[in-house]
Nanobody, 122 residues
Protein backbone atom coordinates (compact mmCIF):
# COMPACT_ATOMS: atom_id res chain seq x y z
CA UNK A 1 0.00 0.00 0.00
CA UNK A 2 1.26 3.46 -0.82
CA UNK A 3 1.66 6.32 1.60
CA UNK A 4 0.85 9.83 0.42
CA UNK A 5 2.33 13.21 1.33
CA UNK A 6 0.87 16.44 -0.06
CA UNK A 7 2.69 19.73 -0.46
CA UNK A 8 2.25 23.05 -2.22
CA UNK A 9 -0.63 24.60 -0.35
CA UNK A 10 -0.58 28.17 0.87
CA UNK A 11 -2.16 31.60 0.75
CA UNK A 12 -2.84 33.19 -2.62
CA UNK A 13 -4.90 36.08 -3.89
CA UNK A 14 -7.96 35.51 -6.04
CA UNK A 15 -6.94 34.99 -9.63
CA UNK A 16 -3.64 33.48 -8.64
CA UNK A 17 -2.22 30.00 -9.07
CA UNK A 18 -0.89 27.17 -6.95
CA UNK A 19 0.42 23.72 -7.78
CA UNK A 20 -0.19 20.92 -5.33
CA UNK A 21 1.99 17.84 -5.32
CA UNK A 22 1.35 14.44 -3.81
CA UNK A 23 4.35 12.16 -3.42
CA UNK A 24 3.71 8.46 -2.98
CA UNK A 25 5.97 5.89 -1.40
CA UNK A 26 6.30 2.37 -2.70
CA UNK A 27 6.86 0.80 -6.08
CA UNK A 28 3.23 0.22 -6.98
CA UNK A 29 2.18 3.83 -7.57
CA UNK A 30 1.33 3.14 -11.20
CA UNK A 31 -1.29 0.59 -10.09
CA UNK A 32 -3.36 3.25 -8.33
CA UNK A 33 -5.93 5.69 -9.59
CA UNK A 34 -5.31 9.02 -7.90
CA UNK A 35 -7.61 11.84 -6.88
CA UNK A 36 -7.71 15.19 -5.17
CA UNK A 37 -10.49 15.93 -2.71
CA UNK A 38 -11.15 19.07 -0.71
CA UNK A 39 -12.98 19.95 2.45
CA UNK A 40 -13.98 23.46 3.40
CA UNK A 41 -14.89 24.35 6.99
CA UNK A 42 -18.32 23.03 7.88
CA UNK A 43 -18.70 21.21 4.59
CA UNK A 44 -18.34 17.65 3.39
CA UNK A 45 -15.24 16.43 1.64
CA UNK A 46 -15.80 16.35 -2.13
CA UNK A 47 -13.82 15.15 -5.10
CA UNK A 48 -12.07 17.81 -7.14
CA UNK A 49 -10.25 15.82 -9.78
CA UNK A 50 -9.04 12.29 -10.51
CA UNK A 51 -6.71 10.53 -12.90
CA UNK A 52 -6.34 6.95 -14.01
CA UNK A 53 -3.27 4.79 -13.59
CA UNK A 54 -1.69 5.74 -16.92
CA UNK A 55 -3.18 9.22 -17.04
CA UNK A 56 -5.43 8.49 -19.99
CA UNK A 57 -8.64 9.25 -18.10
CA UNK A 58 -9.26 12.36 -16.03
CA UNK A 59 -12.23 13.73 -14.13
CA UNK A 60 -12.97 17.25 -12.95
CA UNK A 61 -15.74 18.57 -10.78
CA UNK A 62 -17.83 21.15 -12.58
CA UNK A 63 -16.67 23.85 -10.18
CA UNK A 64 -13.03 23.52 -11.29
CA UNK A 65 -13.33 22.59 -14.98
CA UNK A 66 -11.18 24.83 -17.13
CA UNK A 67 -9.22 26.12 -14.12
CA UNK A 68 -7.57 23.05 -12.59
CA UNK A 69 -5.39 20.43 -14.29
CA UNK A 70 -4.47 17.06 -12.84
CA UNK A 71 -1.41 15.16 -14.01
CA UNK A 72 0.86 12.40 -12.81
CA UNK A 73 4.46 11.34 -13.28
CA UNK A 74 4.71 7.63 -12.58
CA UNK A 75 8.50 7.74 -12.80
CA UNK A 76 8.48 10.19 -9.87
CA UNK A 77 5.57 8.57 -7.99
CA UNK A 78 3.86 11.96 -7.92
CA UNK A 79 0.49 13.39 -8.84
CA UNK A 80 -0.05 17.11 -9.33
CA UNK A 81 -2.94 19.53 -9.26
CA UNK A 82 -2.31 22.78 -11.09
CA UNK A 83 -4.83 25.33 -9.86
CA UNK A 84 -5.27 28.52 -11.88
CA UNK A 85 -7.73 31.41 -11.64
CA UNK A 86 -8.29 30.59 -8.00
CA UNK A 87 -11.40 31.87 -6.27
CA UNK A 88 -12.12 32.42 -2.57
CA UNK A 89 -14.56 29.48 -2.73
CA UNK A 90 -11.61 27.20 -3.54
CA UNK A 91 -10.40 27.70 0.02
CA UNK A 92 -10.22 24.29 1.68
CA UNK A 93 -7.96 21.55 2.91
CA UNK A 94 -6.92 19.54 -0.13
CA UNK A 95 -6.34 15.82 0.21
CA UNK A 96 -4.61 13.40 -2.11
CA UNK A 97 -6.13 9.92 -2.29
CA UNK A 98 -5.48 6.61 -4.01
CA UNK A 99 -7.41 3.47 -4.91
CA UNK A 100 -7.05 0.37 -6.99
CA UNK A 101 -9.28 -0.13 -9.99
CA UNK A 102 -11.21 2.40 -12.03
CA UNK A 103 -10.73 6.09 -11.50
CA UNK A 104 -14.41 6.68 -10.67
CA UNK A 105 -16.34 5.25 -7.66
CA UNK A 106 -14.99 8.13 -5.59
CA UNK A 107 -16.41 6.70 -2.36
CA UNK A 108 -13.89 3.85 -2.64
CA UNK A 109 -10.71 5.90 -2.39
CA UNK A 110 -9.09 4.34 0.67
CA UNK A 111 -5.54 5.68 0.97
CA UNK A 112 -5.27 9.28 2.11
CA UNK A 113 -2.66 11.92 2.68
CA UNK A 114 -2.68 14.30 5.61
CA UNK A 115 -3.98 17.26 3.62
CA UNK A 116 -2.64 20.67 2.70
CA UNK A 117 -4.37 24.00 3.33
CA UNK A 118 -5.22 26.26 0.40
CA UNK A 119 -6.49 29.73 1.24
CA UNK A 120 -7.61 32.15 -1.45
CA UNK A 121 -8.09 35.74 -0.37
CA UNK A 122 -10.45 38.14 -2.13
Amino acid sequence: QVQLVESGGGLVQAGGSLRLSCAASGRTFNQYAMAWFRQAPGKERTVVSAISQKGSTTYYADSVKGRFTISRDNAKNTVYLQMDSLKPEDTAVYYCAAKSGVVYNFQNYDVWGQGTQVTVSS
